[in-house]
């Protein structure tokens, strides 16, 4: 079940629906079968129907997804446990973690915008070096002996697959940098509010969330900050605490929405640097460089 792009919107799409059918009183092993074959979904009845707990058949039926995918299942998986610990409702959490995942996908397709431009341009300008060293040749140069057979050519060869090289590495580290690290962001706080909504007390709600996030790891290694602040808010207005997590937890998830989208934004601009610095020299010394070492020498040789 390998794919060569995340498909974050599926997963979301399955999630809301499986939100919308437990909220009107589905049994969760139905629901699963319901949800479709072919599918994770599906892998999931299977093991349920087994006797197997659904968050542990979730973390089985991902293997070899892509990570991010794994990643998203996985705080699904969480989500589950809690609520199976606790006695919560699920339905409302799954529901509002779809359209956490829908923002992360919304994410990745900014980034792919912006990335779209500047990738055609550079390989656009890639192209240009063979058709430099084609148009030598069709004026009745050899630019493309000169390029592999003279010293200087192996330099000017060395040199511009070493800008290629350089240049795709950068594109490659700037799109990472763009894109969102936190991919879960204020699971801990719903996975909290999960635990409290179900009426137990706080210490065994924190032990619980712990385990479920070291069961089900999101890539996540340090406790969310927010989680004391909004208990500790909670217990001096004397307000649900559930509510707040909720809401913060909404909040985190826009705050995210929005570094994303600022860094989609602009990663179009930066991923400029390498074409200017890296691409357009190296179509100098791969194409020019030859062509022109090739035109002085034939006219050396003429005199």
């Not at 892509?66 to 606790?86: I, L």
């Not at 040749?137 to 040199?159: D, E, K, V």
């Not at 065994?204 to 900050?225: I, K, L």
Request: charged residues 15%; glycine residues 8%; positive net charge.
């Amino acid at each position: 079940m390998k794919r060569s792009k995340p498909d974050l919107a599926g997963i979301a799409a399955t999630v809301q629906r499986m939100g919308v059918l437990l909220a009107a009183g589905t049994a969760p092993a139905a629901a699963w079968h319901y949800l479709g074959e072919g599918s994770i979904a599906s892998v999931i009845a299977r093991s349920a129907a087994s006797g197997e707990a659904i968050p542990d058949a979730i973390a089985d039926a991902i293997t070899g997804l892509p990570p991010r995918e794994q990643t998203m299942w996985r705080a699904v998986a969480a989500a589950w446990f809690v609520a199976s610990a606790a006695g919560a409702p699920l339905a409302p959490t799954l529901i509002e973690l779809s359209g956490a995942i829908r923002d992360l996908a919304q994410a990745q397709r900014e980034i792919a915008v912006a990335l779209a431009s500047p990738a055609a341009t550079a390989r656009l300008v890639l192209v240009l070096p063979g058709v430099g060293l084609l148009f030598g040749t069709f004026l009745g140069f050899n630019t493309i002996g000169t390029l592999l057979t003279t010293p200087i050519g192996w330099a000017c060869l060395g040199l511009g697959a070493g800008l290629l090289v350089a240049a795709a590495r950068w594109n490659r580290r700037m799109v990472r940098s763009a894109e969102p690290r936190n991919t879960t962001p204020g699971l801990e706080l719903d996975l909290l509010a999960i635990a409290v909504s179900g009426g137990g007390a706080l210490d065994r709600a924190r032990a619980s969330v712990a385990e479920a996030m070291a069961r089900f790891p999101n890539g996540e290694t340090t406790p969310d900050p927010a989680v004391d602040l909004i208990l500790d808010l909670s217990r001096r207005a004397g307000v649900p605490a559930a509510a707040l997590l909720r809401s913060e937890a909404v909040e985190s998830r826009r705050e995210a929405r929005a570094a994303a989208a600022e860094g989609a934004q602009s990663l179009s601009v930066r991923l400029m640097i390498p074409l200017g610095l890296c691409i357009l020299p190296a179509f100098m010394v791969l194409s020019v460089v030859p062509l022109v070492v090739t035109v002085l020498g034939s006219t050396s040789l003429r005199f």
